[in-house]
């Protein structure tokens, strides 16, 4: 089992919807929680960051977090097409100290 | 200037080769890690480093070694480079253990 899941896509909304990205993670202890967008051909971009249980809201971005179903997600008001990339979520490892990514979610916002 | 630079942009080698791969942040950071990405596999990472002193081996470490010469720089080897190493290498970096991390733009690798 990966210590990181996500659906691989592709996630197609249309312009001004919401986009729903989900994660989920294999190991208890996990603390931090983050969300990274990465254009093709281009690196990881930090977006999102959250630690405790519930909602974290940034802009049109809100990260939920629930430690007891392990899962974590990323929702995308208002999706642009400037949206349109791979989203990536990464949690610390056991020892705190590394962080492991999924493989993305690949979103496309259609006009 | 970028944050964190990585050296080359895209290197073509061919198998048997050496290849150092470097990284350097004006950031002010003392974590630093080098990722591979492969399509579908996601990140992994092959090495990181807490300080010049702190060397810790990643998932994928075999095959590849690292030098951290100062804060601010932190090389990545190839000893004897195979086709299987081409990927997108990462260079990172992070202020500390609950905090995320910045990229550099990354070095394409192709092995032939």
């Known amino acids: 089992q990966k210590e990181v899941e996500q659906n691989s896509g592709p996630l197609s909304v249309p312009e001004g919807a919401i986009a729903s990205l989900n994660c989920t993670y294999s190991d208890r202890v996990s603390q931090s929680f983050f969300w990274y967008r990465q254009y093709s051909g281009k690196s990881p971009e930090l977006i999102m960051s959250i630690y405790s249980n519930g909602d974290k809201e940034d802009g049109r971005f809100t990260a939920q977090l629930n430690k007891a179903s392990q899962y974590v997600s990323l929702l995308i008001r208002d999706s642009q097409p400037s949206d349109s990339a791979t989203y990536l979520c990464?949690?610390?490892?056991?020892?705190?100290?590394?962080?492991?990514f999924g493989s993305g979610t690949k979103l496309n916002v259609k006009p | 200037d970028a944050d964190v630079t990585q050296t080359p942009r895209n290197r073509i080698t061919k198998t048997g080769k050496r290849i150092m791969l470097e990284c350097s942040q004006t950031?002010?950071?003392?974590?630093m890690y080098w990722y591979r990405q492969d399509p579908g596999l996601g990140l992994r990472l092959i090495y990181y480093?807490?300080?010049?002193?702190?060397?810790n081996k990643g998932e994928i470490s075999d095959g590849y070694s690292v030098s951290r010469q100062a804060q601010a720089k932190f090389s990545l080897s190839l000893e004897s480079a195979i086709p299987n190493q081409t990927a997108l290498y990462f260079c990172a970096t992070s202020p500390g253990q609950s905090y995320g991390y910045t990229f550099g733009s990354g070095t394409r690798l192709t092995v032939v």
């Open positions: 990464a949690v610390n490892g056991n020892n705190f100290n590394k962080f492991y």
């Open positions: 480093s807490f300080d010049v002193k702190d060397i």
């Open positions: 950031k002010g950071h003392d974590r």
